[in-house]
């Protein structure tokens, strides 16, 4: 694997079940399982998006409790995990951000759980990766889901997971798992 | 895939960070993620194994609540989810009921995160799956890992799955998505 890669996970802007714009909450386990994931396939960043202030020191809390506070001898891996993380309060600070730190702006590479024309399978993705240069971020939406401008702005949409029943509602930390494993893991 | 498979989360016998025998507690998201992961890939059960009798009527409870009570019209994807849970007191009373189920005694597939001699790769148990008739249970375990008691008693030992970094520490509920994409999922 030759490229750099970062994962953000977007609490604004997604939709609800309503299909209205909304800002999510964060999760704890949404920190930690991502962050393990991320730390665990390489990521060089995890970007939490979220405009709300409030949201961004309950992360930064979290964080310091396991990076700082008593969590770190407690458990020193989940501190390793939590090195990697970094909040930003919207898509662009992180693209940026990413962009500082590795010269390039990065693509952005968008996923969700519904089939769109022109999507990427996993597999020419990861095929993709291992042979070019580059810089790229993985972008997946908390709530019902990032919102078409957010699509629209991406440079590559990825094919959604698919199960063998018809049913298809992963968690979030399942799906980043899943696309993680199926674009740097090692079989 | 002919195979009927069904996913088993051990909260007893497990070992804590000392390698101490311990109950390990349910927590929320176990609950939900691997039921969606679970049902998304098709498993005809999810048992959460706990012999501790608080642990099983919370997990009732929550159960309760997406299946029947205010939950289970306000997301009924998490009900359909919730409908191959099934709580047990232990790991042989899941693989009795799935040999009820099947008419078949499954094979326990153990799961761990350190790799041990005679181990199967994702890949090759994938195709054996896609191939054979049988029953299968595939089992996780919680807190610092599954007991030795248990690798050994079991038909099979599955690979860790390995990341691009040194860093291996996935959730329980990544490793189980991971592991169901691999062994189950449509790329």
Do not use: C
């Amino acid at each position: 694997m030759k490229a750099v890669f970062s994962v953000a996970l977007v609490h604004y802007p997604v939709y609800d079940k309503n299909r209205l714009l909304v800002a999510t909450a964060v999760t704890n386990l949404d920190i930690h399982d991502i962050a393990r994931a991320a730390k665990t396939f390489g990521a060089d960043r995890y970007y939490i998006v979220t405009p709300v202030e409030g949201q961004q020191s309950l992360v930064g809390r979290v964080a310091e409790h396991w990076q700082s506070g008593w969590g770190a001898t407690y458990n020193p891996k989940r501190k390793s995990a939590l090195d990697i993380l970094q909040i930003t309060s919207d898509l662009e600070s992180a693209v940026a951000d990413m962009e500082v730190r590795t010269g390039i702006r990065p693509k952005i590479i968008v996923t969700g759980a519904t089939g769109r024309s022109g999507s990427v399978s996993s597999a020419t993705l990861a095929k993709r990766l291992a042979e070019e240069d580059g810089a790229y971020l993985l972008v997946f939406g908390t709530g019902w889901g990032l919102t078409e401008e957010v699509f629209d702005s991406a440079d590559l949409v990825l094919e959604p997971i698919l199960g063998s029943s018809d049913y298809n509602h992963l968690s979030v930390r399942s799906a980043v798992s899943i696309y993680l494993d199926r674009l740097f893991g090692r079989t």
